[in-house]
């Protein structure tokens, strides 16, 4: 389910560095990000998708060694916020082959996106069309997509199923509000509408989803065009290609989706007689969440009278919110111990917040006699995880080291209550 490999001598190695070592050498809770896995995430969606244009979706995970890897691999990257454009924009990364998304966009980031002339924008709201048209640039019109909703339900928790009504995101194209914002778009000069967008939800591995949602784009595509005249080049499809976070868990990788999307789309623009338009993608999870694996500590192990295990670690929800979030299943696996031949028991591998529901992995198998000292490590944390950290308790959010070629190098350090201080001006 991730990089992570037993080496010869059964310890595990991510990018050649074995796990053990890095814990001592950097501290836990720990996130080892393997730089190869990441780059050859990005050329897998690159070899599969040769004609498409692929988007790394930054909330996943971003920092500037990240941005650089995807810059450097060729994709562009989907971003949702000033903080993610500006950081991305001052590691350098291209902003032409940037896009922006939001459902509420802040008048900042929308003149921050025409200064930096972004490559793309996504059109969520109505209200935003002139907002956007008024900061035209001379000679530049903003490129933009509109965001649309097919009525297709798919992610792995309702909270990220964004392609069904009674969601905030995007225009129905059921009752007429996609085309009402597309009339809109197209009314404005400043504005050049390249395609529609669409995003169904996360962790999705069934390609027929997909298909649906290619149907009722293209019936879209070929109304815009009876009425307008005009048809639009560029189709976004978004992301949400699942990843296989336990080795039962099935995925969603490149080639699958390409097998599953391209050949119908050119087979449903061929039906209404339109060119078959570009696809644009954004896979967040599935290039950064098999890249990294989390590193514990146990610090308390616990056998109650009723016959229950807990392996308490010290990180849990506020470096790893998922579980607690979405119910979302995890792997995890004993660092520097054989497993085979050893007696294994079932544990609730814990954190250390002051929250019951602070549970990172239920029913976990580990060696029977596991005890504090001991060191856990959850494959596939790459996503989500540390994007979505919090501060809670003053714990500090965990450091992240890079790996590549047998060696670690530290690409953001342990958040310490300094950090928290230093934003502290008054009392
Ligand atoms: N494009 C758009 C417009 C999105 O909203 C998202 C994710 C993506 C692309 C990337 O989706 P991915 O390929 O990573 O599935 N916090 C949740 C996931 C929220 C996803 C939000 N949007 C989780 O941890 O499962």
Request: aromatic share 4%; proline share 6%.
């Amino acid at each position: 389910p991730s990089s992570a490999r037993p080496g010869a001598a059964g310890e595990l190695l991510i990018g050649g560095v074995g796990l053990a070592e890095a814990a001592d050498r950097f501290g836990t809770p720990l996130y080892v990000l393997d730089e190869d896995e990441v780059r050859g995430r990005a050329r897998a969606y690159r070899r599969a998708l040769p004609k498409a244009e692929v988007f790394y979706a930054a909330k996943a995970f971003l920092c500037s060694a990240m941005a650089d890897w995807i810059a450097e691999e060729g994709l562009g990257l989907d971003v949702c916020s000033a903080g993610e454009l500006r950081l991305a924009t001052a590691a350098g990364f291209p902003p032409e082959r940037i896009l922006l998304h939001g459902n509420a966009k802040t008048p900042e980031e929308l003149r921050l996106a025409r200064r930096l002339r972004v490559g793309r924008l996504v059109v969520d709201s109505l209200s935003e069309i002139p907002r956007l048209a008024a900061l035209a640039v001379a000679d530049a019109p903003q490129r933009v997509l509109v965001r649309v909703v097919p009525g297709v339900a798919a992610g792995h928790h309702s909270a990220v199923r964004t392609g069904v009504d009674g969601q905030k995101f995007g225009f129905r194209i059921a009752g007429g509000d996609a085309a009402e914002a597309v009339d809109r778009v197209l009314a404005q000069p400043g504005l050049e509408l390249t395609g529609l967008h669409c995003h169904l939800g996360s962790q999705i591995t069934d390609t027929e989803l997909y298909r649906t949602d290619l149907d009722r784009l293209v019936e879209l595509l070929a109304g815009i065009r009876d009425r307008h005249g005009v048809e639009l080049p560029e189709l976004d499809l978004g992301g949400g290609h699942g990843v296989r976070y336990r080795p039962q868990d099935e995925e969603l990788d490149p080639a699958r989706f390409a097998a599953g999307t391209t050949a119908h789309l050119a087979a449903r623009c061929a039906e209404r007689g339109l060119a078959v338009p570009r696809l644009l993608v954004e896979p967040g999870r599935a290039i950064a969440a098999p890249a990294a694996v989390a590193v514990y500590r146990v610090l308390a192990v616990k056998h109650t009278a009723d016959g229950r295990a807990y392996a308490a670690v010290d990180g849990g929800m506020s470096d790893n919110p998922r579980p607690a979030l979405y119910g979302s299943a995890y792997d995890v696996r004993p660092v520097g111990r054989p497993t085979a031949g050893t007696a294994t028991g079932v544990f609730d591998v814990v954190g250390r917040h002051c929250e019951a529901g602070d549970v990172l992995v239920r029913g976990a198998r580990l060696p029977a006699d596991l005890r504090p000292g001991d060191l856990l490590a959850v494959p596939a944390a790459g996503a989500y995880q540390l994007s979505m950290a919090s501060g809670y308790n003053l714990v500090g959010r965990p450091p992240v080291v890079a790996v590549r070629d047998g060696r670690a190098r530290l690409l953001l350090r342990r958040e310490t209550v300094e950090d928290f201080r230093a934003r502290e001006v008054g009392r």
